[in-house]
């Protein structure tokens, strides 16, 4: 099994950066993208950015993309989203997770953009 923690979301104003952590744990070799997804109450799950474990392509979602970069950090089996010019549609709940073969989902980290 995989164990996937999401950390270093908070409150930030319009403009302002985070950057998200989601560490994996267990069975990690056969995982082979990554992604990081958000979900605001009564909306479906987004995936927001993905990257391929090995080769480190990337991919994200037009609202995203020029704000947003996700990196790994293969040795500490860790996946990271860096956030800038946050704006206040990107409040959410964020969560990371195999793109390819849904995990267990760990308890996200929350991300609100406010002034």
């Known amino acids: 099994q995989v164990q996937l923690v999401e950390s270093g979301g908070g409150l930030v104003q319009p403009g302002g950066s985070l950057r998200l952590s989601c560490a994996a744990s267990?069975?990690?070799?056969?995982?082979?993208?990554m992604g990081w997804y958000r979900q605001v109450p009564g909306k479906q799950r987004e995936l927001v950015a993905s990257?391929?474990?090995?080769?480190?392509?990337?991919n994200y979602v037009d609202s995203v993309k020029g704000r947003f970069t996700i990196s790994r950090d293969n040795a500490r089996n860790t996946v990271y989203l860096q956030m800038n010019s946050l704006k206040p549609e990107d409040t959410a709940l964020y969560y990371c997770?195999?793109?390819?073969?849904?995990?267990?989902w760990g308890q996200g980290t929350q991300v609100t953009v406010s002034s």
């Open positions: 990257i391929n474990i090995r080769g480190g392509r990337t």
């Open positions: 997770n195999d793109v390819l073969v849904t995990r267990s």
């Open positions: 267990g069975s990690i070799f056969s995982i082979n993208t």
